[in-house]
């Protein structure tokens, strides 16, 4: 059975920085490509990054650009998402998500909230 | 980008009846890169379909999915009490993917 568990959200202060992480399991990690997608609070899905199967290459929304960066160790069947210099608008909850073989967003983790406050 | 629309935003139906949602993508999605996302109150959403129509993995036959170029639907034929929710599409043919808006389905 495929799974995915997100942790190391909470709050965290305008400007400041926090590392997501995503534990794999249940499948062949370093063969699939990950995504990050997010959803604000009462709000829609928004695919903040992704990252290919063996890291070499990197997405990111132009809301996230130069201030996440996505990352993974196949080693530990780990993904990341470094975050930096957050604002308001980063408040979410964040969405560690595999990308099917056949095509689509196809497994999900539970999620993990972020909320950026003073 | 593309922006991705969904009509309409509500759909109000009777369990039993058949329910029809529509997507609309500002530019051709090629090869039908389009996907549809069904997620419940305080869960994850869950993939239906890839590829406009093609089902994911255990989704009933009941759900159906068609279209292509910038047009695109998502039909359930015969509601049931589980399937009231927010359907989101999205398409993965341009980075960065995008998705609508979404459209709940709710109890008439």
């Known amino acids: 059975e495929v799974q995915l568990v997100e942790s190391g959200g909470g709050v965290v202060q305008p400007g400041g920085s926090l590392r997501l992480s995503c534990s794999a399991s249940g499948f062949t990690f370093d063969t699939y490509a990950m995504h990050w997608v997010r959803q604000a609070p009462g709000q829609g899905l928004e695919c903040v990054s992704a990252?290919?199967?063996?890291?070499?290459?990197?997405y990111y929304a132009d809301s996230v650009k130069g201030r996440f960066t996505i990352s993974r160790d196949n080693s530990k069947s780990t993904l990341f998402l470094q975050m930096s210099s957050v604002g308001d608008e980063d408040t979410a909850v964040y969405y560690c998500?595999?990308?099917?073989?056949?095509?689509?967003?196809?497994?999900w983790g539970q999620g993990t909230l972020v909320i950026v406050s003073s | 980008e593309i922006v991705m629309t969904q009509s309409p935003a509500t759909l109000s139906v009777s369990p039993g009846e058949r329910a029809t949602l529509s997507c609309r993508s500002s530019q051709s999605v090629s090869s039908s890169r389009l996907a549809w996302f069904q997620q419940k109150r305080g869960q994850a959403p869950r993939l239906l379909f890839y590829?406009?129509?093609t089902r994911a993995t255990g989704i009933p036959a009941r759900f159906s999915g068609s279209g292509s170029g910038t047009e695109f639907s998502l039909t359930i034929s015969t509601l049931q009490s589980e399937d009231f929710a927010v359907y989101y599409c999205q398409q993965y043919n341009n980075w960065p993917w995008t998705f609508g808006q979404g459209t709940k389905v709710e109890i008439k």
């Open positions: 590829g406009a129509s």
């Open positions: 990252i290919n199967a063996i890291g070499a290459t990197t």
């Open positions: 998500v595999r990308l099917g073989m056949p095509g689509g967003l196809d497994s």
